[in-house]
C-alpha cells in the first residue's frame, strides 16, 4: 500500500498561484499514477489532473492552461501548479495514487488540503 501525505494549501486571493505537494511513500511510489482531486463543498469530488509514472499527464477542462501537475520521480512527488486561481477553484484537495493494471482496489488517498480563492 501506498502513504501520501499532502501540504501546500491555504488562502490565495483571486488570479493568484498556488503550489500543492504529494509526498508517496511505500513499496510501488515509483509506479504508481498519482493525481489530485478536489471536492466542493456541496458537490462530488472531480478529477483536477493526474500523471502516471512516465509522464503522461490528463488534465480537467477546469485544468487546462491555468494548472500543470508534475512529478519527481526520485523523490516521489508530484506537484500541482495553479495559477490564475478563480473562486471557483475553492475546494479540498487531495492526491490520489494507483495502479493503472489493478485499479480502483489499489486506490489511495491523502488526508486533503483545503484551498480558498477570495474574490
Known amino acids: 500500500q501506498v502513504q501520501l501525505v499532502e501540504s501546500g494549501g491555504g488562502l490565495a486571493q483571486a488570479g493568484g498561484s498556488l503550489r500543492l505537494s504529494c509526498a508517496a511513500s511505500?513499496?510501488?511510489?515509483?509506479?504508481?499514477?498519482m493525481g489530485w482531486y478536489r471536492q466542493a463543498p456541496g458537490k462530488q469530488r472531480e478529477l483536477v489532473a493526474e500523471?502516471?509514472?512516465?509522464?503522461?499527464?490528463k488534465y480537467a477542462d477546469s485544468a487546462k492552461g491555468r494548472f500543470t501537475i508534475s512529478r519527481d520521480n526520485a523523490e516521489n512527488i508530484v506537484y500541482l501548479q495553479m495559477n490564475s486561481l478563480k473562486s471557483e477553484d475553492t475546494a479540498v484537495y487531495y492526491c490520489?495514487?494507483?495502479?493503472?493494471?489493478?485499479?480502483?482496489?489499489?486506490?489511495?488517498w491523502g488526508q486533503g488540503t483545503q484551498v480558498t480563492v477570495s474574490s
Open positions: 490520489k495514487s494507483y495502479l493503472p493494471w489493478v485499479g480502483a482496489s489499489s486506490n489511495s
Open positions: 500523471i502516471t509514472s512516465v509522464g503522461t499527464t
Open positions: 511505500g513499496s510501488d511510489a515509483s509506479i504508481i499514477t
